[in-house]
T-cell receptor, first 116, second 112 residues
């Protein structure tokens, strides 16, 4: 079974630009989560998508947004990039927590975003 | 909101010894507590988890205990091996919201 995949592996942008990160969940998983892992700050929850809808959002500004497609893959967009957005962005997926009573989240390898 | 604190931040043990990492959480509604292992440059890997209706769970050399009254849970690694060297994260989640709140991580170094 293929795990969660993310692209690109690395992304270098300049301040003020926009970044788009992509995630494909494990087959059969319907929920996708995005987390930010900044150096020294641990893992911070960004967004949760389920069945194409945004279900929950962490304490991040509106310039962090995303969407989930009908095939359950997801995209994270970061607008007006700032230097402090440099981090590893991790995507995770899970089965439908409401239907399957499953809480387990499985992570992808991440996209390393560097803002210069 | 939920707050998870994790201790210690670094832990150095001799190969073969045991390692214990402790986490406390603030929200009594949290009901699922996973542990992740993250090796350098790799993704966080779910290694064990426990639900609030269970006090202890074991899987080979690793075990997790939960004390709901005190709102703390711990990871125990026995007979540590060099490949156990990694950063370990605890997390907590509520019944609704599906948002994992992570502890700050523990860097474990197993010395041969």
């Amino acid at each position: 079974e293929a795990g969660v995949t993310q692209s690109p592996t690395h992304l270098i942008k300049t301040r003020g630009q926009q970044a788009t990160l992509r995630c494909s969940p494990i087959s059969g998983h319907t929920s996708v989560y995005w987390y930010q892992q900044a150096l020294g700050l641990g893992l911070q929850f960004l967004l949760w998508y389920d069945e194409g809808e945004e279900r929950n959002r962490g304490n991040f500004p509106p310039r962090f947004s995303g969407r989930q497609f009908p095939n359950y893959s997801s995209e994270l967009n970061v607008n007006a990039l700032e230097l402090e957005d440099s981090a590893l962005y991790l995507c995770a997926s899970s089965l439908d927590v409401y239907r399957d009573s499953s809480y387990e989240q499985y992570f992808g390898p991440g996209t390393r975003l560097t803002v210069t | 909101g939920e707050n998870v604190e994790q201790h210690p931040s670094t832990l150095s043990v001799q190969e073969g010894d045991s390692a214990v990492i402790k986490c406390t959480y603030s929200d009594s509604a949290s009901n699922y507590f996973p542990w992740y292992k993250q090796e350098l440059g790799k993704r966080p890997q779910l290694i064990i988890d426990i639900r609030s209706n269970v006090g202890e769970k074991k899987d080979q050399r690793i075990a997790v205990t939960l004390n709901k009254t005190a709102k703390h849970f711990s990871l125990h690694i026995t007979e540590t091996q060099p490949e156990d060297s990694a950063v370990y994260f605890c997390a907590a989640i509520k019944a609704a919201g599906n948002k994992l709140t992570f502890g700050g991580g523990t860097r474990v170094l197993v010395k041969p």
